[in-house]
């Protein structure tokens, strides 16, 4: 079937496709909200301190999955709004606290600092529902994980 | 006899070898009986198929028979274009432009948190990873985990 369509037209969806994707940011950009959580995995049963609560089935089965820890406890949950171009800071324990910047286009930095001291700078644009998860060795052969999750709206 | 001996029969034939060839497979024929037989079937095959092609005679004269032709072209109706419903000739710009905006978006991240949450992209700043740290991503449990080694913190 050969189909006459004016050029005008044409000019016209393209005019349409560059006003889209041309168009300020500023007027479309939105905050992204994250789950931040500090997470101590384990092979013990019930750990000494009692402020510490399992952590969700849904997510212990995914770092089960992932991880050698069989239990996994919240030492801490925070939410987080980043807006565009904003730099936020979240403590998620005397010794932990997490930094996390929009970087616009380049996605969100991360960094992580222990006692002060920043220990690990991570750029990430989060796909969907994916999780970034900062983590390393505790004493007793068990492991501290830093949780970051968007939040879908 | 294989089918490389076969295939030089058959070009010996029709006369696609050089002389040097052709002077060695008249000197293997007057040795090998089976190969003489097989190239006098290849001659009569080719022989019967020469001398018994069907002719088609036409019933008129070749200038008539080919202005008959011509006049058939000419009378024929001319194809005309087809024109579309109006809703086709004006979406179909439009659609054209959502699926190039749709792909502009599907490799690109905007300065929109929320399309960059949708999008397939993403990235790990490999910054620090000369400080012995491991990133890997798991796809099935969507998570991105930078394992930092206990020296580091």
Same mark, same amino acid.
């Given at each position: 079937?050969?189909?006459?369509?004016? $050029?005008?037209?044409?000019?016209?969806?393209? =005019?349409?496709?560059?006003?889209?994707?041309?168009?300020?940011?500023?007027?479309?950009?939105?905050?992204?909200?994250?789950?931040?959580?500090?997470?101590?995995?384990?092979?013990?049963?019930?750990?000494?301190?009692?402020?510490?609560?399992?952590?969700?089935?849904?997510?212990?089965?995914?770092? *089960?999955?992932?991880?050698?820890?069989?239990?996994?406890?919240? $030492?801490?949950?925070?939410?987080?709004? $980043?807006?565009?171009?904003?730099?936020?800071? =979240?403590?998620?324990?005397? *010794?932990?606290?997490?930094?996390?910047?929009?970087?616009?286009?380049?996605?969100?930095?991360?960094?992580?600092?222990?006692?002060?001291?920043?220990? *690990?700078? $991570?750029?990430?644009?989060?796909?969907?529902?994916?999780?970034? =998860?900062?983590?390393?060795?505790?004493?007793?052969?068990?492991?501290?994980? =830093?949780?970051?999750?968007?939040?879908?709206? | 006899?294989?089918?490389?001996?076969?295939?030089?029969?058959?070009?010996?034939?029709?006369?696609?070898?050089?002389?040097?060839?052709?002077?060695?497979?008249?000197?293997?024929?007057?040795?090998?009986?089976?190969?003489?037989?097989?190239?006098?079937?290849?001659?009569?095959?080719?022989?019967? %198929?020469?001398?018994?092609?069907?002719?088609?005679?036409?019933?008129?004269?070749?200038?008539?028979?080919?202005?008959?032709?011509?006049?058939?072209?000419?009378?024929?109706?001319?194809?005309?274009?087809?024109?579309?419903?109006?809703?086709?000739?004006?979406?179909?710009?439009?659609?054209?432009?959502?699926?190039?905006?749709? !792909?502009? %978006?599907?490799?690109?991240?905007?300065?929109?948190?929320?399309?960059?949450?949708?999008?397939? !992209?993403?990235?790990?700043?490999?910054?620090?990873?000369?400080?012995?740290?491991?990133?890997?991503?798991?796809?099935?449990?969507?998570?991105?985990?930078?394992?930092?080694?206990?020296?580091?913190?």
């Amino acid at each position: 079937m050969r189909v006459k369509l004016s $050029v005008s037209r044409w000019i016209l969806a393209a =005019v349409l496709v560059a006003f889209l994707v041309l168009s300020p940011s500023d007027t479309v950009a939105a905050e992204t909200k994250f789950q931040a959580r500090l997470v101590w995995g384990t092979d013990e049963m019930k750990p000494e301190n009692p402020n510490l609560k399992e952590i969700d089935a849904k997510t212990k089965e995914k770092l *089960k999955a992932v991880f050698k820890w069989k239990n996994y406890f919240e $030492v801490e949950t925070q939410t987080v709004v $980043v807006g565009p171009n904003e730099l936020k800071k =979240v403590k998620m324990s005397s *010794k932990c606290e997490i930094e996390i910047q929009e970087l616009g286009k380049d996605g969100f930095e991360v960094k992580l600092f222990g006692e002060g001291k920043l220990t *690990k700078k $991570v750029k990430q644009v989060f796909p969907t529902g994916d999780c970034l =998860v900062l983590a390393g060795d505790d004493k007793n052969s068990n492991a501290w994980l =830093v949780m970051l999750c968007p939040l879908q709206k | 006899m294989n089918t490389d001996q076969i295939l030089k029969l058959q070009a010996y034939l029709d006369n696609e070898v050089s002389s040097g060839e052709a002077r060695r497979i008249a000197n293997w024929l007057s040795r090998d009986a089976e190969a003489l037989q097989l190239f006098q079937e290849l001659k009569e095959i080719k022989a019967a %198929m020469a001398e018994n092609e069907l002719t088609v005679s036409v019933p008129e004269s070749r200038d008539f028979y080919w202005s008959k032709i011509q006049r058939g072209i000419e009378s024929a109706p001319a194809a005309r274009p087809t024109v579309a419903p109006w809703w086709f000739r004006i979406g179909l710009p439009f659609a054209a432009a959502l699926a190039t905006l749709a !792909v502009l %978006m599907s490799v690109t991240t905007f300065d929109l948190p929320s399309l960059r949450l949708r999008s397939a !992209v993403y990235e790990i700043d490999g910054s620090g990873s000369d400080d012995g740290s491991i990133t890997f991503h798991s796809q099935s449990e969507g998570m991105t985990v930078v394992w930092i080694p206990s020296g580091q913190y």
